[in-house]
């Protein structure tokens, strides 16, 4: 897809961070844009912000009713999807895996996971049948996708499972003879400074955890960089809206793979490729801190 004048995007969690950014590329392309988030008044801020005929949709995309809610308001609206975001996404504390409450896989699972599986369920059949070319671009992260991080276990397990996800719907899209790519994107290039933070302020309170947890577990990407300044680390960060135009040339590609330096990851996936062929366990625990 290399001409994105007067088609559609829809994103979820696109009223902050990476998903805001990603709207307001599409919105400079001469798209319609449909923003779907959980969080209300930000949706109706960012809305506001970008103008012109931004429709926002509150939406919970771990309840596929809600999320099926999203996609009539779209093609009633617009009569089309053309560019999927399954973007949403939540963590949980970073916490050994015996310290974790059913509750954090609950929440975290449900949205990064389900929450994915729910587009691709009430969008994508539409999608095909338009006989259009789309494209769905799902979110993951080098943690879980790539190399996990041992103390993030809830968030890095949910963003392994979107990876092989968005591997094996590429497949079917392909296979079955569509006109719909998929990818798989990796939010790159530095440290970014979105809403994955403090993402415990949409937590449900049902889901809350019992167990109180350390406040080092939990902490601000503001807090996080003067710590690491602290210890003499010079942490490079990624502007979001340069990320967006990134994917936007990704999606003209039609990249299975879209991530700023991906050529890095073929070191670091033979590396773990070769730990687990002699039966090691590949996550380094010296980084971890686990030793």
């Known amino acids: 897809m290399r001409d994105f004048e007067g088609r559609v995007a829809v994103v979820t969690g696109g009223a902050s961070g990476i998903g805001k950014a990603l709207a307001k590329a599409f919105r400079s392309e001469g798209m319609k844009v449909v923003i779907a988030d ?45 560019i999927l975001c399954n973007n949403a996404g939540v963590a949980a504390p970073n916490l050994d895996l015996w310290e974790t409450e059913p509750s954090d896989f609950k929440w975290v699972h449900g949205v990064n996971v389900a929450g994915v599986a729910h587009g691709v369920q009430a969008f994508v059949p539409r999608m095909i049948a338009s006989g259009e070319p ?10 879980g996708g790539i190399s996990p991080l041992a103390q993030q276990v809830v968030y890095a397990s949910s963003k392994a499972a979107v990876s092989t996800m ?59 960089m003067e710590g690491a300044r602290k210890a003499g680390f010079d942490l490079p960060v990624q502007d979001l809206d340069e990320l967006a135009q990134f994917v936007l040339e990704g999606i003209r590609n039609e990249d299975f793979v879209i991530m700023i330096d991906r050529e890095s990851m073929e070191a670091t996936l033979n590396e773990r490729a070769a730990k687990l062929a002699r039966g090691e366990c590949p996550i380094e625990l010296e980084q971890m801190g686990l030793s």
């Open 166 to 224: 968005t591997e094996c719907l590429a497949a079917q899209l392909i296979g079955r003879g569509t006109r719909l790519r998929a990818a798989i994107f990796y939010p790159s290039g530095g440290m970014l400074d979105t809403g994955i933070w403090t993402t415990k302020r949409n937590r449900p309170a049902e889901l809350a955890r019992r167990r109180e947890v350390d406040a080092q577990q939990e902490t601000t990407f503001d807090a996080f």
């Open 134 to 143: 789309g494209f769905v671009l799902n979110t993951s992260s080098g943690d």
């Open 38 to 82: 959980v969080e209300e008044p930000a949706l109706k801020a960012t809305c506001e912000e970008l103008g012109g005929d931004v429709i926002g949709v509150v939406t919970d995309v771990s309840d596929p009713d809600s999320v099926q809610a999203l996609a009539d308001r779209v093609f009633e609206t617009h009569g089309a999807c053309h």
